[in-house]
Structures are given as C-alpha cells and as structure tokens.
C-alpha cells in the first residue's frame, strides 16, 4: 500500500510557465512534508518543507499548496526554467519518526 | 566542505559476491541512513542508525547488513549479491530534531549484479 502519491508521473511545460506537482497521503498522522529534487546521476536534495500547521509555504519561484482536510499538496514551480528539469519527490513524516515515506516521484521536463 | 560523501560512485560484480560501500558526513549530524533506489527511481528506506540504536526495515534481506566506526560513518555490506540487489544506494544524514526528519543525501553508488 503506497502511502504516499504523486501524480503526474511525468510532466512537460514549456520556460515560462508555471509546473503544478501534485501529492497526496493517507496517513493522517503525518506532519512534516519536503519535497526533493534529484537531478541524474546526483541524489534527492531538499528544495523545499512545509509542516502540517501551515497551508502555504514560498521559497522563490517554489511555493507548497497543503489541504490537511483532503490530505493533499502541491508543489507550484513559476516560471519554470530548462534547469528546473529533474525528478521530484513529495515525502512525508510523522512526529518522531524514524522513517521519510517518498512518493514516486514526478519526472519534470522543461522545454526552452 | 560539509556533506555526504559516498564511495564507490560504480561497482559491478557477480551474483554470490561480497561487496561494501562506503558512506561519510562531515555535517556534524547523529543519525545516518541507507536507502535503495530502483530501477523506477523508487526510494525505499533500509536502515536508520545513530550511536544509540539501528533500525532495520523488516523488509531488508538479511544478506544486507550495516557497519558503523563512528556517527559519521555508515557503510553498507551486502554479504552475497543477488540479480535484486543492482540499484542506487544512497545514504543520507539528519540532524535527528524531534519532530522532522530533514535528510541530506548523498550522490549514490550504483550497483550493477551481473
């Protein structure tokens, strides 16, 4: 059972334009949510957190959308650039927990 | 510079060989762990270790095993390699706060079982 998802799998915008990942948990318990980025050949680093007691957080052209009601988030990248191009990953943690659950993942591509 | 530092980048071996991969931080954190990445970029948490105590996902194989000199080095052994076992294995740091599990990665070593 994947507690974490992200959709889409794989998404394609053009320079300019504003990238909407999306996320969703089951576990109601979990309270602190970053999302990585990985580009190839490196590993995930952090771009950017947000804690179950906030339903926005921007750093720059990278905002997080979070509903607690619905269990959802969303990463918005504005003015999305070609080096913006990499994977993303949503994860999730509970208080005190040992364990970051990753999603799957979304492959970002952006045309120039 | 400070990081997480991961050797070797590539190594390729044969099924039934033992291999070891070396992981250290120089961030000053207490808990290190491994993961594996697959093939789908799927990241799946293997081991959480600090001075104190070792986490093991009950999910690991037993032929995986961690060793640790100090809190800023964890290596991963992997006692006899099988077919499964060709992934990216990544180990990552975190100061360990009470609440939040903020990790810092390493670049990966990729494993290729022939």
């Known amino acids: 059972q994947q507690q974490v998802r992200q959709s889409p799998q794989s998404l394609t915008v053009w320079e300019g334009e504003t990238a909407i990942l999306n996320c969703s948990y089951e576990?109601?318990?979990?309270?602190?949510f970053p999302w990585y980025q990985q580009f190839p050949g490196e590993g995930p680093a952090l771009l950017i957190s947000i804690r179950s007691v906030s339903d926005k957080k921007e750093d720059g052209r990278f905002t997080i959308f979070f509903n607690k009601r619905e269990k959802k988030l969303s990463l918005h990248i504005t003015d999305s650039q070609p080096g913006d191009s990499a994977t993303y990953f949503c994860a999730a943690s509970a208080s005190g927990s040992w364990q970051l659950i990753f999603g799957s993942g979304t492959q970002l591509t952006v045309m120039p | 510079e400070t990081a997480v530092f991961q050797t070797p980048n590539y190594h390729v071996t044969q099924v039934g060989n033992e291999v070891s991969f070396n992981c250290k931080q120089t961030l000053g954190h207490d808990t290190m762990y491994w993961y594996k990445q697959d093939s789908k970029k799927l990241l799946k948490i293997m081991f959480s270790?600090?001075?104190?105590?070792?986490?093991v996902n009950e999910t690991v194989p037993r032929r995986f095993s961690p060793q640790s000199s100090d809190k800023a080095h964890l290596n991963l052994r992997i006692k006899s390699v099988e077919p499964e076992d060709s992934a990216v294995y990544l180990c990552?740091?975190?100061?360990?706060?009470?609440?939040?599990?903020?990790?810092?990665f390493g670049p990966g070593t990729r494993l290729t079982v022939l």
């Open positions: 270790y600090n001075n104190k105590q070792l986490i």
């Open positions: 990552a740091s975190s100061p360990r706060d009470k609440n939040y599990a903020e990790q810092f």
């Open positions: 576990d109601s318990t979990f309270n602190y």
